[in-house]
């Protein structure tokens, strides 16, 4: 994504800059937008790991069904992601 946004702030000082300025500036808050949730995403996946095995091994019995909810659905959202990422069809 950072070299993405590099790419797009180099076109900024293109003389032809103004005939595609409206393209220029969204793709650049796409591209910011996107590289705040990767890192969000990423901080959020390490507390999930480090928090995966308390409740796998029932240290925290009351929670450990919401804590298994919870995963399926973060799982679920990580394999659909990884597939839309990752077809052939895109």
């Known amino acids: 994504v950072g070299e993405y946004?590099?790419?797009?702030?180099?076109?900024k000082d293109l003389s032809y800059?103004?005939?595609?300025s409206d393209w220029i500036i969204l793709w650049e808050t796409k591209m910011k937008n996107?590289?705040?949730y990767l890192r969000r995403w990423s901080?959020?996946?390490?507390?999930?790991?480090?928090l995966e095995p308390v409740f796998n091994?029932?240290?925290?019995?009351?929670?450990a069904g919401l804590f298994r909810h919870l995963h399926a659905g973060f799982?679920?959202?990580?394999?659909?992601?990884?597939?839309?990422?990752?077809?052939?069809?895109?």
Request: avoid cysteine; aromatic fraction near 22%; charge should be positive.
């Open 43 to 50: 901080q959020i996946q390490i507390k999930w790991l480090y």
């Open 34 to 36: 996107l590289d705040f």
């Open 75 to 90: 799982r679920f959202i990580i394999s659909k992601t990884i597939a839309f990422f990752f077809t052939e069809s895109r």
């Open 5 to 11: 946004l590099s790419l797009i702030k180099s076109l």
């Open 57 to 63: 091994q029932r240290f925290l019995l009351k929670d």
């Open 17 to 20: 800059y103004q005939a595609y």
